[in-house]
């Protein structure tokens, strides 16, 4: 079975640059989760999308921030424009069902902004 | 609110010797499940362990095992015979199955494992 996908593995901007990565769920998980790891962090849900449809974005900074995940497969987490403390390793995560104890994540990608 | 608290940002423990990682949690949620997480320096998070508030027995997988005191509200994490590929970061969360479901992480403890 294939894991969760993402790219680009490592991101360098500058700020007030734009910055999109993506993500490949496994196949058939109709949940997918975006978290954000700032560096000796634990994670941070970003957004939770159950099918195309956002369940939960409430810590997702939305004047600069964007998600979408449409025919609810693929999804795309967009940054306009970029700040110094967006730097950090963006996953994603994939699960059968909302309340799905397992949680499948990606390697991640790690943005730095300059 | 949901919370979930490690103590110990760092640990060390000698090859083949067991070791606890401390983990509580708040949540006013009856319904609730706690997972535990290992992230190598590969950045991939890995799915360790799951305890469901609602079970009677400590979940067990190999050489892992979650100490659940539910009373105390700690599921704490013990790792038997610890070998050198433990060396990571390790993470608890939880998930409150009627408070929306998300899962959220505590700070993570580094194991570090000595040969």
């Known amino acids: 079975e294939a894991g969760v996908a993402q790219s680009p593995r490592y991101k360098i901007i500058e700020k007030r640059q734009s910055v999109a990565f993506w993500c490949n769920p496994i196949?058939?998980?109709?949940?997918l989760y975006w978290y954000q790891q700032i560096l000796g962090q634990g994670p941070k849900l970003l957004i939770q999308?159950?099918?195309?449809?956002?369940?939960?974005d409430s810590q997702l900074p939305k004047d600069r921030f964007s998600a979408e995940r449409l025919k609810g497969v693929d999804s795309t987490l967009k940054i306009q424009p970029a700040k110094l403390e967006d730097s950090a390793v963006y996953l994603c995560?994939?699960?059968?069902?909302?309340?799905?104890?397992?949680?499948?994540f990606g390697s991640g990608t790690q943005l730095s902004v300059l | 609110a949901q919370k979930i608290t490690q103590t110990q940002p760092g640990m060390f423990v000698q090859e083949k010797e067991a070791v606890t990682l401390d983990c509580t949690y708040d949540t006013s949620d009856p319904s609730y499940g706690l997972f535990w997480y290992k992230q190598p320096s590969s950045g991939e998070m890995i799915f360790l362990i799951y305890?469901?508030?609602?079970?009677?027995q400590n979940a067990t997988e190999g050489r892992y095992s979650l100490n659940f005191q539910k009373a105390r509200k700690s599921a704490n994490l013990v790792i038997s015979a610890s070998q050198l590929g433990d060396s990571a970061m390790y993470f608890c969360a939880m998930r409150s199955y009627n408070q929306g479901g998300k899962l959220i992480f505590g700070q993570g403890t580094e194991l570090s494992v000595k040969p």
């Open positions: 305890q469901g508030s609602y079970d009677q």
């Open positions: 995560a994939s699960s059968y069902y909302r309340a799905e104890e397992k949680l499948f």
């Open positions: 196949s058939g998980h109709a949940t």
């Open positions: 999308f159950q099918n195309n449809g956002v369940v939960d």
